[in-house]
């Protein structure tokens, strides 16, 4: 009965292949996000959209595209992997603006660009 | 844009000895300040957060962060760590209202039974 869920949970993959990671939540929450985690680095944002017509660009943006298909669903995609994407990625949600900016985690994606 | 520093990257103890994880960040305006956890092969999870109020926070499993706004500071502490607390441990921040989180670097802390 996990809130927000991702899939697949491991994903390998050659370079050039187009993959897409999907985020599902059930927290009725409007804004969702796509990280991506690299040892060292911490967490950063690729992509985030605050409701299902609103998408922005994160910090880390190039070689990834994202599709808000639902209030509950985030799709990120790679177009066209490459080695350097090899990273674990994370999806999460907040609710609608206000002071309270907690965000909520999924178990992550752990992808391996061969 | 806000920015989060944290120190001493890698953080290796004994049980029982005390814990404290600087983290410093970057922003002109009112912030709310949180640490999550990540135990190994598991996802983020909130330990404590600060929005107003109090600037002495406490969280879960007997983690406490002080929030001094001079110093533009929000530490974590732990007066006694257990083995179980082996996680690598996040500064965020995010602007009041934007809604758009920065991260530290992380913590590796490993906890020696």
């Known amino acids: 009965d996990a809130d927000v869920t991702q899939t697949p949970r491991n994903r390998i993959t050659k370079t050039g292949k187009r993959i897409m990671l999907e985020c599902s939540q059930t927290k009725g929450h409007d804004r969702m996000y796509w990280y991506r985690q690299d040892p060292g680095l911490g967490l950063r944002l690729i992509y985030y959209s605050f409701d299902v017509k609103d998408i922005n660009k994160g910090e880390i943006s190039d070689g990834y595209s994202v599709s808000r298909q639902a209030q509950a669903k985030f799709s990120l995609s790679l177009e066209s992997a490459i080695p350097n994407q090899t990273a674990l990625y994370f999806c999460?949600?907040?609710?609608?603006?206000?002071?309270?900016?907690?965000?909520?985690f999924g178990p992550g994606t752990r992808l391996t660009v061969l | 844009a806000q920015s989060v520093s944290q120190h001493n990257h890698h953080v290796i103890l004994s049980e029982a000895a005390s814990l404290e994880l600087g983290c410093n960040y970057s922003y002109g305006g009112t912030v709310n300040l949180f640490w999550y956890v990540q135990y190994p092969g598991q996802h983020l999870q909130l330990l404590l957060k600060y929005f107003s109020g109090d600037p002495l926070v406490k969280g879960i499993k007997g983690f406490e962060a002080e929030f001094i706004k001079s110093k533009f500071s929000f530490n974590l502490r732990k007066p006694s760590v257990q083995w179980s607390d082996t996680a690598e441990y996040f500064c965020?921040?995010?602007?009041?209202?934007?809604?758009?989180?920065?991260f530290g670097k992380g913590n590796q802390v490993v906890v020696i039974p």
């Open positions: 965020a921040v995010t602007g009041y209202g934007n809604n758009r989180l920065a």
């Open positions: 999460a949600t907040s609710e609608t603006g206000g002071e309270y900016n907690e965000q909520f």
